[in-house]
């Protein structure tokens, strides 16, 4: 990312912690579609760099102003916030989990939960890529322990299938490398 685009950001992280229902205001407007660079480039700082732990700025926003502009346009817009929500889930007393309440409203979209998994399986890894899978799995089987919402439980199941079938492969791949 070119170097003058970090201030961009960090200038506008600024803002958005200053006011940030204004900016949202702003910032919709350019989300799209149509999805062109400047959409990108705004769905990208609103994700944030999970692998660096930098908060992605949607974080920012009301969830409510979030809410309300998906559901505007549900059919266009529900599945694309889950390419930018933050792709983590928690649960917190004080903090609303983004990807969650997305799986809770939305998730009964096959467009939506395809569109997160695909989001939550952005990242980067050191080591093996079967253990990254196994830990993975771990975590979400441990999440799904606790959870009650039917539309985040059916995007957890359909999830570990996959992941499931992606341990297998790496395992093979690893054992063919020595691994």
């Known amino acids: 990312m070119p170097h003058s685009f970090l201030h961009i950001q960090e200038f506008l992280r600024e803002i958005a912690e200053k006011n940030p229902r204004k900016l949202w205001k702003s910032v919709q407007k350019y989300l799209g579609p149509p999805i062109d660079t400047r959409a990108f480039c705004i769905r990208e700082w609103l994700k944030g760099e999970m692998n660096l732990k930098k908060k992605g700025a949607l974080e920012y926003f009301d969830p409510n102003d979030i809410w309300d502009w998906t559901e505007d346009d549900v059919e266009n ?25 997305l799986l809770v409203r939305y998730g009964d979209r096959k467009d939506v939960r395809d569109s997160f998994s695909a989001n939550y399986s952005t990242e980067a890894r050191i080591g093996s890529i079967s253990e990254h899978y196994v830990d993975k799995k771990r975590y979400l089987l441990e999440f799904k322990k606790h959870e009650t919402d039917k539309n985040v439980v059916k995007w957890i199941d359909e999830y570990i299938e996959r992941l499931e079938r992606d341990i297998e492969r790496a395992n093979i791949e690893e054992e063919r490398r020595g691994f």
């Open 77 to 101: 817009r529900a599945w694309y916030l889950a390419t930018f929500v933050p792709p983590t889930l928690s649960y917190s007393e004080n903090d609303t989990c983004l990807a969650r309440e």
